[in-house]
């Protein structure tokens, strides 16, 4: 790491934002690593609650019935897998974002890298969490909780129960620009019923109940508290001072959250309106 600590990195404890903003600050602050070279770190909430759907993830496979009377918006991420509902209150979310050639090129290398800050956090917090132990089968594919539990970046507790451990937390990376792109989440509490809601499905919140844990349910502290802990333990790791978003990177995100991850045409189909609003 001490590589990275020897870089400018700011440290975002940000606010919480509708999930199209969310998304659309991952690729201002890719632009902002390259151009004023400055990385970024953050710990953020969603307002309201949000579906994020994985890249590839059919449309078919949200209730949009169900998001619209309950209030939750529907975005789709860069990085692939599956759906997450990210609640407002049980959902904890990060971001790292960094240049690609300051960081491993391999994937798993670089996974390892980025998610240390994330697995001291649960330390921290006395929650027993590690990369899972062994993969495990799907039970619903477009829900990230539900799919596959993959050993490469899937965090689960208590790690000593092996294969009987719960997912924690999931991560993803993505590339662009020249720059590497890593978010997670982390589940501090459960909201099965919505998390089972949001999809077109028949999966029980039971199923989801057997195969999530929280931060809550294993260290039985506060969301401040984690909070402040993911941040502390960001900060710690690339030895960041504590920063604001820019002006000109916030009116960036709005712009692109209104032609890209806010609209119809991303959400659904993938496309992506230009600046002068042609597809």
């Known amino acids: 790491m001490t590589a990275l600590a020897d870089r400018e990195w700011r440290l975002i404890t940000d606010d919480a934002r509708e999930g199209a903003t969310q998304m659309a600050l991952e690729e201002v602050a890719a632009r902002t690593a390259l151009e004023d070279d400055v990385r970024t770190a953050r710990v953020y909430s969603w307002e309201p609650s949000t579906l994020s759907l994985g890249y590839r993830q059919e449309p078919e496979s949200v209730d949009w019935e169900y998001c619209e009377r309950e209030?939750?918006?529907?975005?789709?991420?860069?990085t692939g897998g599956g759906g997450i509902y990210h609640d407002r209150y049980a959902d904890i979310s990060y971001t790292i974002v960094a240049p690609a050639d300051e960081v491993p090129g391999d994937l798993m290398d670089c996974y390892a890298l980025f998610c240390e800050p994330i697995l001291e956090a649960f330390d921290r917090m006395?929650?027993?969490?590690?990369?899972?132990?062994a993969e495990q089968d799907a039970i619903y594919y477009p829900s990230c909780y539900l799919r596959?539990?993959?050993?490469?970046?899937?965090?689960?507790?208590?790690?000593?129960?092996?294969?009987?451990?719960?997912?924690?937390?999931?991560?993803?990376q993505y590339r662009?620009?020249?720059?590497?792109?890593?978010?997670?989440?982390l589940s501090y509490d459960l909201e099965p019923d919505r998390h089972v809601?949001?999809?077109?499905?028949?999966?029980?919140?039971?199923?989801?109940t057997d195969r999530v844990t929280s931060i809550?349910?294993?260290?039985?502290?506060?969301?401040?508290e984690a909070v402040e802990t993911v941040a502390e333990s960001l900060r710690d790791w690339c030895d960041g001072t504590a920063g604001t978003w820019q002006d000109e990177e916030?009116?960036?995100?709005?712009?692109?959250?209104?032609?890209?991850?806010?609209?119809?045409?991303w959400v659904r189909n993938r496309d992506v309106l230009e600046a002068d609003g042609q597809s």
């Open 126 to 133: 006395g929650i027993d969490a590690d990369f899972a132990a």
């Open 148 to 172: 596959d539990i993959n050993p490469a970046h899937d965090v689960v507790a208590p790690a000593s129960a092996g294969t009987d451990a719960e997912k924690i937390s999931g991560n993803a």
């Open 71 to 78: 209030g939750i918006d529907v975005t789709r991420r860069q």
């Open 250 to 265: 916030l009116e960036a995100a709005r712009d692109l959250a209104d032609r890209k991850f806010g609209t119809d045409a």
């Open 197 to 208: 809601g949001v999809f077109d499905t028949d999966v029980t919140p039971e199923t989801f």
């Open 176 to 185: 662009q620009r020249d720059v590497v792109i890593q978010h997670g989440s």
């Open 216 to 224: 809550r349910e294993q260290a039985g502290i506060d969301r401040d």
